[in-house]
């Protein structure tokens, strides 16, 4: 398997293809989630072909995107098996990347330890400094598909989101959960005094 060329055929193509009203689900976040892929990764103890192919899941979990804004993760199973046996890639490894793809669908559903990880790294964000400009990102492009109206909408769905969600592995139960709570605490603040 090839995961260097797959990587770079499907940044291309995210780069070229997302339209700008994608302003979360874009290269950036899929540049975001790789990362915190990695490093969660690293942490626990994740490593050979299981970091190879979480780190591929990790770069094609939004590509569906590229072919329509709903069931993205099914769009994107149906992206890698089409493009990634060109790089290398035989059936049971397939299986296990669009295995850890639909593991990311929001309610998040892992089976096993990589599917937590990708999830965890997907949603990395809700427990780090930059919550408020990566959300920021995610408020406009729901605007921008007349998905939500105005802040408070917005903000009183981030609240119910965080309420809702969790994070499998003790890497981010560690380092990500007790930001995601401050950050939970000042949304409702603003909530009540707005």
Known sequence: MDPTAAKTFILH?????LPPQR???????????????????????VGGEDLVLLKVAA????SGFLLG??????AGCRIVEEQL??????PTQLDRIQSMIMATKVPQSPKDHLERILCDADLD?????DFKRIGDTLYQELRNYGQIGDLRTWNDLQVRFLENHRYFTDTNLRLREPMKQTHLAALREWLTSN
């Open 59 to 62: 770069l094609f979990h939004d």
């Open 23 to 45: 302003t979360y689900h874009c290269l950036e976040h899929t540049h975001d989630v790789y990362a915190s892929v990695i490093d969660i990764a690293e942490q626990e103890g």
């Open 13 to 17: 193509k995210l780069k070229v293809e």
């Open 85 to 90: 046996p060109g790089f290398g890639f035989n």
């Open 125 to 129: 964000y809700l427990g780090r400094n």
């Open 69 to 74: 804004d709903h069931e993205h993760e099914v």
